[in-house]
């Protein structure tokens, strides 16, 4: 079946480490894109890819990094530049091309920094 | 600016009650794309439901139906007959056509509980 993989569904951190949030589509779409969830708000966007090789900041990119060196994956960095990195981390992509399309979420990331 | 605005933080029904979901959106553009998520405790997004900004009809499936109204800059969404597996927080979003910005701007969502 199409869809979207993240790894590891929960994820624990000391405080001062770099970790890596995996994510991965099967349905073939160009524009991917990182989500932080925090409690009671509404999500917020990190950083999102249009094409192969490309990346562009969102809201709160500060603390992140993201590479897309292939279609289907798009790992996200939390850096320990990152000052409050404990969240609920979600991957999306969709069809590129217009703002029409919706986009297509993964199960999640439950990041949280010991 | 662009802005999502979800009033209700939290509605608790009992099954078989018809529930609102409202969502009040601010945009700048005239071609613009609505639309509605669902989260489950499982915490994946599932999309429910997109509108265009030209398209005033209103949208019914199953046990959901939407009302889409640009005079009140409004797109809410009405549950009949809940259910507890309708227990989720759901999220309203936005996206701009012409400023191509590649973004979608959600509210800060609803939680729904159905008691049985």
């Known amino acids: 079946d199409g869809g979207i993989t993240q790894s590891p569904k929960y994820l624990f951190r000391k405080e001062g480490q770099n970790v890596t949030l995996s994510c991965e589509q099967n349905?073939?779409?160009?524009?991917m894109y990182w989500y932080r969830q925090d409690p009671g708000q509404g999500l917020r966007l990190i950083y999102y890819?249009?094409?192969?090789?490309?990346?562009q900041k969102g809201d709160i990119a500060e603390g992140y990094s993201v590479s897309r060196e292939k279609k289907e994956s798009f790992p996200l960095t939390v850096t320990s530049a990152q000052k409050n990195p404990t969240a609920f981390y979600l991957c999306?992509?969709?069809?590129?091309?217009?703002?029409?399309?919706?986009?297509?979420f993964g199960p999640g990331t439950r990041l949280t920094v010991l | 600016a662009q802005k999502v605005t979800q009033a209700q933080t939290e509605i608790s029904v009992v099954e078989k009650e018809d529930v609102t979901l409202d969502c009040v959106y601010e945009?700048?553009?005239?071609?613009?794309?609505l639309f509605w998520y669902k989260q489950p405790p499982s915490g994946e997004l599932v999309f429910l439901i997109r509108?265009?900004?030209?398209?005033?009809q209103n949208e019914i499936s199953g046990r959901y139906s939407w009302n889409f109204q640009k005079s009140t800059s409004s797109f809410n969404f009405t549950i009949t007959a809940s259910q507890v597996v309708d227990s989720a927080v759901y999220f309203c979003?936005?996206?701009?056509?012409?400023?191509?910005?590649?973004?979608?701007?959600f509210g800060t969502g609803t939680r729904l509980q159905v008691f049985p």
């Open positions: 509108r265009n900004s030209f398209d005033e």
């Open positions: 890819s249009q094409i192969v090789n490309d990346f």
């Open positions: 999306a992509s969709r069809v590129r091309g217009s703002s029409y399309n919706e986009q297509f």
């Open positions: 979003a936005l996206s701009e056509e012409s400023y191509n910005t590649d973004k979608l701007i």
């Open positions: 349905l073939n779409h160009d524009a």
């Open positions: 945009t700048r553009d005239t071609t613009y794309y």
